[in-house]
């Protein structure tokens, strides 16, 4: 199953570069909630409307030092990221620790957390 949540995974970080809300909104979870690098806490209506508005806009994503941990329906990814997007005119660019969170739910992996923090390598 590892395989199955690393797949939908990189197909969200793909779908975020892409600004492909059609992918994204099948693997976001209606109750997500995001913590950006800055702290500030979005839905998911509120992450879409600013990918439809261009006031997100992710560049680049490239994903490092990933590890999986899963247990049962959930899996819990943490990884670091070198990442360059805009979000209402804040600029996150440069090496970011993430915390993501999926689910199992209807034999679909759903994201339903994800936190972000700047970090110095």
């Known amino acids: 199953m590892?395989?199955?949540?690393?797949?939908?995974?990189?197909?969200?970080v793909r779908a975020l570069v892409e600004a492909d809300l059609e992918t994204l909104d099948q693997i976001?979870?209606?109750?997500?909630t995001f913590t950006t690098p800055h702290g500030t806490v979005l839905t998911k209506s509120m992450v879409f409307d600013s990918?439809?508005?261009?006031?997100?806009?992710?560049?680049r994503m490239d994903v490092y030092d990933l590890v999986v941990r899963?247990?049962?329906?959930?899996?819990?990814?943490t990884y670091r990221t070198e990442t360059t997007y805009t979000d209402n005119d804040v600029?996150?660019?440069?090496s970011?620790?993430?915390?993501?969170?999926?689910?199992?739910?209807n034999?679909?992996?759903k994201l339903v957390a994800?936190?972000?923090?700047?970090?110095q390598v």
């Open 2 to 12: 590892t395989s199955e949540v690393l797949d939908v995974h990189k197909a969200r």
């Open 28 to 32: 976001v979870a209606d109750d997500l």
């Open 51 to 59: 990918v439809r508005s261009g006031k997100m806009n992710v560049s």
């Open 70 to 77: 899963e247990y049962d329906n959930m899996a819990i990814l």
């Open 91 to 94: 600029l996150v660019d440069g």
């Open 96 to 105: 970011v620790r993430s915390t993501t969170v999926y689910l199992r739910r």
């Open 107 to 109: 034999d679909t992996w």
């Open 114 to 119: 994800a936190q972000q923090s700047m970090i």
